[in-house]
């Protein structure tokens, strides 16, 4: 078996500068963050329940490249690192095998599909970005659409006038994304190291490229375009651990200190009052220290799109885990 037919996908850098296989510290950890917070978005795109479930993405160093790999065995990375809520995910996907008649398919071969249909999302977003010259900044009017085979197609003109032909959900995928996506990744491009995003699909390797002369299409520097937390991802339901600033009825929302960021939150359901007996003591009408916040990550804007930079968190449930502290700030109304 070729090595290569053990993977669905990967990202690369390859060229001059990485051909022993090596990337300095900094760049590496770069990469990898890059990479796991562009296939994590694009994976809650694809399977929005993979959003409680933790991975680790495995990496394979060889001669002439640097690689970061997903095996065809991911089920097993995902039950390795993903606990009980990895375990719950397989059962609720066999159930759905079973009852949609598909089962004989095998539940790991449909999370490979996810992990390979986010990958083929991540290259036309790559292409879409390539053949307009910009990633953010784009206006599109009188877009034609056509149907093929049951699929919606958009055909995007360029400054040229030339067309690309898109399915419609890429296209979606494309408008919605936040700027600064590709960034971490991006940087790391220079002359003699290029960026590939590959896929292996019905035996056939496909491969997007971004060189240095096409960087600064996905490379966004404007501090002031940074996403705040970019690890939390929209739609992505999480636990955070952190301290509670205030808790303010009127507008039924609490602070929430979580990684040196105040994060504006409220609850899924219902308002604050119902959680204060989480969020306060009883004895000395203190906040608890530190707590376990349980939710779901929301980033949409203004205009209904889910690029907010700083993101909130819909919670639905709150769990002290330390002993009150006196000094703590008293409950706001």
């Known amino acids: 078996m070729n090595?290569?037919?053990?993977?669905?996908?990967?990202?690369?850098y390859s060229g001059k500068s990485v051909e022993d296989g090596f990337l300095d510290i900094r760049k590496s950890a770069e990469a990898l963050l890059g990479f796991d917070v562009i296939l994590r978005y694009f994976l809650l795109k694809e399977d929005p329940s993979l959003s409680k479930i933790e991975f680790e993405i495995p990496i394979r160093i060889r001669k002439g490249s640097w690689e970061a790999l997903i095996p065809k065995t991911i089920e097993?990375?995902?039950?390795?690192?993903?606990?009980?809520?990895a375990t719950t995910y397989l059962t609720a996907l066999a159930k759905k095998a079973a009852t949609d008649g598909f089962f004989e398919t095998g539940i790991a071969k449909d999370i490979k599909k996810t992990f390979q249909n986010a990958i083929i999302a991540i290259q036309w977003i790559i292409k879409i970005a390539k053949h307009i010259g910009s990633f953010v900044n784009h206006k599109f009017e009188n877009l034609k659409v056509e149907k093929e085979s049951n699929k919606l197609y958009?055909?995007?003109?360029?400054?040229?006038?030339k067309l690309i032909k898109v399915q419609k959900k890429y296209y979606d995928?494309?408008?919605?994304?936040?700027?600064?996506?590709?960034?971490?990744?991006?940087?790391?491009?220079?002359n003699d190291r290029i960026l590939k995003f590959g896929v292996f699909k019905n035996?056939?390797?496909?491969?997007?490229?971004?060189?240095?002369?096409?960087?600064?299409?996905?490379?966004?520097?404007?501090?002031?375009?940074?996403i705040v937390l970019p690890e939390l991802i929209h739609g992505q339901f999480v636990e955070l651990e952190g301290e509670i600033t205030r808790a303010t009825e009127n507008t039924n929302t609490i602070g929430f200190r979580y990684k040196d960021h105040i994060l504006v939150c409220k609850p899924k359901y219902g308002i604050i009052a119902k959680f204060k007996e989480s969020i306060i003591s009883n004895d000395n009408n203190h906040f608890f220290p530190k707590v376990l916040l349980k939710g779901q990550v929301d980033r949409t804007n203004k205009n209904g799109d889910f690029k907010e930079k700083k993101p909130q968190i819909l919670f639905f449930e709150i769990i002290p885990l330390k002993s009150e502290n006196q000094n703590a700030n008293t409950f706001l109304t």
């Open 3 to 12: 090595m290569d037919e053990k993977y669905i996908g990967y990202l690369k």
């Open 76 to 85: 097993a990375w995902i039950l390795t690192g993903g606990g009980l809520a």
């Open 154 to 161: 958009v055909l995007i003109p360029n400054k040229k006038n």
């Open 173 to 190: 995928l494309f408008i919605n994304c936040p700027g600064s996506l590709f960034s971490k990744n991006a940087n790391i491009i220079e």
């Open 203 to 226: 035996g056939v390797k496909r491969i997007v490229t971004i060189s240095e002369n096409e960087k600064q299409i996905f490379y966004n520097n404007d501090e002031n375009n940074d």
